[in-house]
């Protein structure tokens, strides 16, 4: 007695993608934040307060000025930020020259001094 056997072979016309298939979400997995979030503005700068007594600074795309006073004039110095919160160091002596939270509505960040006091 003889056995016949056939094989039959079939191709696939879409090949086997070796890419991971993403796993479909879970109800207890966290879902993401819908609002994001502005990145964080950190860092610091070694710059020199110009001859009017105001530095600039970049924040958001944004040039702002801002008042140092002119006693400090040609002074260099450092700023430190962190986000909002800026603090502006005399390079040379160590000390602060001012700290401020930088308001994004004025371009111009005054000192809060008066401007001619008289006397």
Known sequence: STRSSSTTTTTDPTPASTEPHPT???PDSPKPDPTPTPPST???????VDTSGKTTLRYNS???KIGI???????PIVMLIADRDIRIINNTTGELLRHLTLDPNRTYQPTGKPRNPRT
């Open 62 to 64: 944004h040039l702002y």
């Open 69 to 75: 006073g002119r006693a400090h004039s040609q002074t």
């Open 42 to 48: 950190t860092g610091s700068d070694t710059t020199r």
């Open 24 to 26: 479909p979400p879970t």
